[in-house]
């Protein structure tokens, strides 16, 4: 069974679109994250929700936009994508905050 | 601000050698360190997490040392094997424990 689960695997789209990344997590996990992982392959934290409140968010465009219908899932919607946000995007989950993360196998953006 | 330095960045070893990854942090005001694996173009891998209270982790031949007054982690490899070959990245805590901050990885790759 997989833990934490992203779809799409991969996201080819034009600048200017809005796209969503989708997560699920069947661990039972409180808190959700969204990882991104640049060309020169640096991950950085994007956002973690707990319990359905946003808990961080660091210095991220506000064209991102996480929406966590319930507990297991927390989406990723982007708005006018530009060519910088061609990427890698991680979820990740842990029991609560400063537990254990657990991560998806990624999203690849590639916006032309 | 935590910063993380993972060295060597990139490390070559015949099979069989005993190896040390290091890491360090510049915040030692962490809730815990995460090590992790990456295989080209896959997700991450959880290998050990080591909570802030604790010195060190094992699992098989992996040993993770955490020093945190001093700000360093060291992921120990005994018996290197092909199949470890991967980058390692060495994450520890935000102070406010709601998101890892990552290093930049040290590549490893172990020859037969």
């Known amino acids: 069974d997989t833990a934490v689960s992203q779809t799409p695997k991969y996201l080819v789209t034009q600048m200017g679109n809005d796209k969503s990344i989708k997560c699920e997590q069947n661990?039972?996990?409180?808190?959700m994250y969204w990882y991104k992982q640049d060309s020169k392959k640096f991950l950085k934290i994007m956002f973690s929700y707990n319990n359905k409140e946003l808990i961080i968010n660091e210095t991220v465009p506000n064209r991102f936009s996480p929406k966590s219908p319930d507990k297991a899932h927390l989406n990723l919607h982007i708005n006018s994508l530009e060519l910088g946000d061609s990427a890698v995007y991680f979820c990740?989950?842990?029991?609560?905050?400063?537990?254990?993360?657990?991560f998806g196998p990624g999203t690849r953006l590639t916006v032309t | 601000k935590q910063e993380v330095t993972q060295i060597p960045a990139a490390l070559s070893v015949p099979e069989g050698e005993n190896l040390v990854l290091n890491c360090s942090f510049t915040?030692?005001?962490?809730?815990?360190l995460q090590w992790f694996r990456q295989d080209p173009g896959k997700g991450l891998t959880s290998l050990l997490l080591i909570q802030s209270s604790q010195r060190e982790q094992t699992s098989g031949r992996l040993n993770a040392s955490l020093d945190k007054s001093s700000g360093r982690s060291t992921l120990y490899i005994a018996a290197s094997q092909p199949g470890d070959s991967a980058t390692y990245l060495c994450?520890?805590?935000?102070?406010?424990?709601?998101?890892?901050?990552f290093g930049k990885g040290t590549t490893l790759s172990v020859s037969s």
């Open positions: 661990l039972g996990h409180d808190t």
């Open positions: 994450a520890p805590t935000n102070q406010a424990g709601t998101a890892l901050i």
């Open positions: 915040d030692s005001a962490i809730y815990n």
């Open positions: 990740a989950s842990s029991q609560v905050a400063a537990y254990e993360q657990y």
